[in-house]
C-alpha cells in the first residue's frame, strides 16, 4: 500500500477553474505607435519643454558625430552610435529624477550624457581605459552595459529592493530590440511584475540587433504586446517623436513611482549609422530604406512642430548650434590627451574582497612592472 493509498491521505483539490488574473485590454499597446508631432495634441505642449528637446537634440547629433570621428582618428576603440535615435536617449534622460536610475546599454551613451555626465567619462569604456569611467552611485547610472539585456535584471532588483526600502526611487532601463529575444528580458520582465517593482523598460527598437531584422526574432505584433503576457502595460510610441516619448515615458514614471508597477515601452526608431565602426551596414539593408528614414529624423520632426507655432527662430538655432559645437570641442581636446592608466587598477574593483586569486595575479603583474621599470632605467642611463 502505497502512502497515497492510505486512509485518510492528502490528496490535492482539482485546479479552479481557469480565469485571467487580470483584465488584458488595458495592458494592450495602441494599433499604431503614439504620436503628438503633427497632431492637435502638440499644440498644447509646454514651449519650453519643445525649445529643451531641441537645444538637447541638437547637442546629442553634435555628440554622435563627434564620437564617430574619434574612432576614425583611433580614439576611441569603437563606438555605437545612435544618431537618429537621439529623442529616445533625451527623453528617457529628462523623464527621471535626480533620486532615479539610469540603466544604460553600450548604445545609451548619449542617454548617460544627457543626464548630466561628463562626455569623456561616458566614452571611457568604449576607449578600453577603464572598467566604466564614472561612479555609478554618485549618478545613479548603472555601468554602460556591453552584454545583451543583463542590465535589465540589475534595474529589477535595484527597483525592487528600493521599494522594499521605502525610498522613492524609480529604475528606468534601455535595451534594444535584440536584446528582448535574451532570456534576460524575460525574467527582468516577469520579476518586476510579480514584484509590482517601480521599474520603466524601454525597448529601442531600431529595426536590426546588428544586421537581423526584428522578423526574424519575433512573430509578435509588436514588442510592446509582449508586456500583456508578463501582466504590465505596454505602450507603442513613435520613437522619433520627442514630445511623445517624453510624455510617455513621463507617465510611466510617475506610475511606477506612485506603485503602479512596471511598464514596457516600445520606440519605433531606426539606427541611421551602422552598428558599430566595425560594421557595414550596406551588407544587410539598402541605401533606399535609410534615405526613408531620413524623413523622419527626430530634429526634423520637431524644427517642423517648432517653427509652425514660431518658437524657433535663427537666434535660438545658432545658439543651440554654438553649444553643441562647444562641447564637441571640449570632448575632442580631452578625447586626445593621453590619459594617465595604472596598470594595477584592473584589481581594483573586481571584488570588494579580492580572492586569493587575484591576489597572486595581482602580485605577479606588480613584480613584471616593476622589471619593466627598471629595464626601462637601465635603457634610459646607457642612451644618455
Same mark, same amino acid.
Given at each position: 500500500?502505497?502512502?497515497?493509498?492510505?486512509?485518510?491521505? &492528502?490528496? #490535492?483539490?482539482?485546479?479552479?477553474?481557469?480565469?485571467?488574473? !487580470?483584465?488584458? $485590454?488595458?495592458? %494592450? @499597446?495602441? *494599433?499604431?505607435?503614439?504620436?503628438?508631432?503633427?497632431?492637435?495634441?502638440?499644440?498644447?505642449?509646454?514651449?519650453?519643454?519643445?525649445?529643451?528637446?531641441?537645444?538637447?537634440?541638437?547637442?546629442?547629433?553634435?555628440?554622435?558625430?563627434?564620437?564617430?570621428?574619434?574612432?576614425?582618428?583611433?580614439?576611441?576603440?569603437?563606438?555605437?552610435?545612435?544618431?537618429?535615435?537621439?529623442?529616445?536617449?533625451?527623453?528617457?534622460?529628462?523623464?527621471?529624477?535626480?533620486?532615479?536610475?539610469?540603466?544604460?546599454?553600450?548604445?545609451?551613451?548619449?542617454?548617460?550624457?544627457?543626464?548630466?555626465?561628463?562626455?569623456?567619462?561616458?566614452?571611457?569604456?568604449?576607449?578600453?581605459?577603464?572598467?566604466?569611467? &564614472?561612479? #555609478?552611485?554618485?549618478?545613479?547610472?548603472?555601468?554602460?552595459? !556591453?552584454?545583451? $539585456?543583463?542590465? %535589465? @535584471?540589475? *534595474?529589477?532588483?535595484?527597483?525592487?529592493?528600493?521599494?522594499?526600502?521605502?525610498?522613492?526611487?524609480?529604475?528606468?532601463?534601455?535595451?534594444?530590440?535584440?536584446?528582448?529575444?535574451?532570456?534576460?528580458?524575460?525574467?527582468?520582465?516577469?520579476?518586476?511584475?510579480?514584484?509590482?517593482?517601480?521599474?520603466?523598460?524601454?525597448?529601442?527598437?531600431?529595426?536590426?540587433?546588428?544586421?537581423?531584422?526584428?522578423?526574424?526574432?519575433?512573430?509578435?505584433?509588436?514588442?510592446?504586446?509582449?508586456?500583456?503576457?508578463?501582466?504590465?502595460?505596454?505602450?507603442?510610441?513613435?520613437?522619433?517623436?520627442?514630445?511623445?516619448?517624453?510624455?510617455?515615458?513621463?507617465?510611466?514614471?510617475?506610475?511606477?513611482?506612485?506603485?503602479?508597477?512596471?511598464?514596457?515601452?516600445?520606440?519605433?526608431?531606426?539606427?541611421?549609422?551602422?552598428?558599430?565602426?566595425?560594421?557595414?551596414?550596406?551588407?544587410?539593408?539598402?541605401?533606399?530604406?535609410?534615405?526613408?528614414?531620413?524623413?523622419?529624423?527626430?530634429?526634423?520632426?520637431?524644427?517642423?512642430?517648432?517653427?509652425?507655432?514660431?518658437?524657433?527662430?535663427?537666434?535660438?538655432?545658432?545658439?543651440?548650434?554654438?553649444?553643441?559645437?562647444?562641447?564637441?570641442?571640449?570632448?575632442?581636446?580631452?578625447?586626445?590627451?593621453?590619459?594617465?592608466?595604472?596598470?594595477?587598477?584592473?584589481?581594483?574593483?573586481?571584488?570588494?574582497?579580492?580572492?586569493?586569486?587575484?591576489?597572486?595575479?595581482?602580485?605577479?603583474?606588480?613584480?613584471?612592472?616593476?622589471?619593466?621599470?627598471?629595464?626601462?632605467?637601465?635603457?634610459?642611463?646607457?642612451?644618455?
Amino acid at each position: 500500500m502505497t502512502v497515497m493509498e492510505q486512509r485518510g491521505a &492528502y490528496r #490535492p483539490a482539482p485546479p479552479p477553474a481557469w480565469q485571467p488574473r !487580470t483584465d488584458p $485590454a488595458p495592458l %494592450l @499597446p495602441d *494599433a499604431e505607435p503614439y504620436r503628438v508631432l503633427g497632431t492637435e495634441t502638440a499644440g498644447k505642449a509646454d514651449p519650453g519643454l519643445l525649445r529643451r528637446l531641441y537645444a538637447e537634440l541638437v547637442r546629442g547629433r553634435r555628440y554622435n558625430t563627434q564620437a564617430t570621428a574619434l574612432t576614425k582618428q583611433g580614439r576611441l576603440a569603437v563606438y555605437p552610435s545612435s544618431t537618429g535615435q537621439e529623442a529616445c536617449e533625451v527623453a528617457a534622460a529628462l523623464a527621471l529624477k535626480e533620486r532615479d536610475w539610469l540603466f544604460p546599454s553600450y548604445r545609451d551613451t548619449l542617454a548617460v550624457v544627457a543626464r548630466g555626465l561628463d562626455p569623456v567619462s561616458a566614452l571611457t569604456l568604449l576607449r578600453g581605459d577603464w572598467h566604466t569611467g &564614472y561612479d #555609478p552611485r554618485e549618478h545613479r547610472i548603472a555601468p554602460l552595459c !556591453t552584454p545583451l $539585456a543583463t542590465q %535589465l @535584471p540589475h *534595474a529589477v532588483g535595484l527597483a525592487h529592493a528600493a521599494r522594499l526600502k521605502g525610498d522613492d526611487v524609480v529604475a528606468l532601463a534601455m535595451v534594444g530590440d535584440g536584446g528582448t529575444s535574451e532570456g534576460d528580458f524575460h525574467e527582468a520582465l516577469n520579476f518586476a511584475a510579480v514584484w509590482q517593482a517601480p521599474v520603466v523598460f524601454l525597448v529601442q527598437n531600431n529595426g536590426f540587433a546588428i544586421s537581423v531584422p526584428l522578423a526574424k526574432q519575433t512573430a509578435a505584433p509588436s514588442l510592446a504586446h509582449k508586456a500583456v503576457g508578463y501582466g504590465m502595460p505596454g505602450r507603442l510610441v513613435d520613437g522619433n517623436d520627442a514630445v511623445a516619448m517624453h510624455e510617455v515615458l513621463s507617465e510611466a514614471v510617475a506610475r511606477a513611482r506612485e506603485g503602479g508597477g512596471p511598464t514596457l515601452v516600445e520606440a519605433v526608431t531606426y539606427r541611421m549609422e551602422a552598428h558599430t565602426n566595425a560594421d557595414d551596414a550596406t551588407r544587410y539593408r539598402p541605401d533606399a530604406e535609410v534615405d526613408a528614414w531620413r524623413d523622419h529624423d527626430p530634429i526634423l520632426l520637431l524644427e517642423r512642430e517648432l517653427t509652425e507655432r514660431g518658437l524657433l527662430d535663427d537666434d535660438i538655432r545658432r545658439q543651440a548650434a554654438e553649444d553643441a559645437e562647444t562641447m564637441a570641442a571640449d570632448l575632442r581636446e580631452r578625447m586626445n590627451q593621453d590619459p594617465l592608466l595604472d596598470p594595477m587598477d584592473l584589481f581594483t574593483h573586481v571584488y570588494a574582497e579580492q580572492t586569493s586569486q587575484l591576489r597572486e595575479q595581482a602580485a605577479q603583474l606588480r613584480a613584471e612592472l616593476e622589471v619593466a621599470s627598471e629595464e626601462a632605467d637601465a635603457s634610459e642611463g646607457r642612451t644618455r
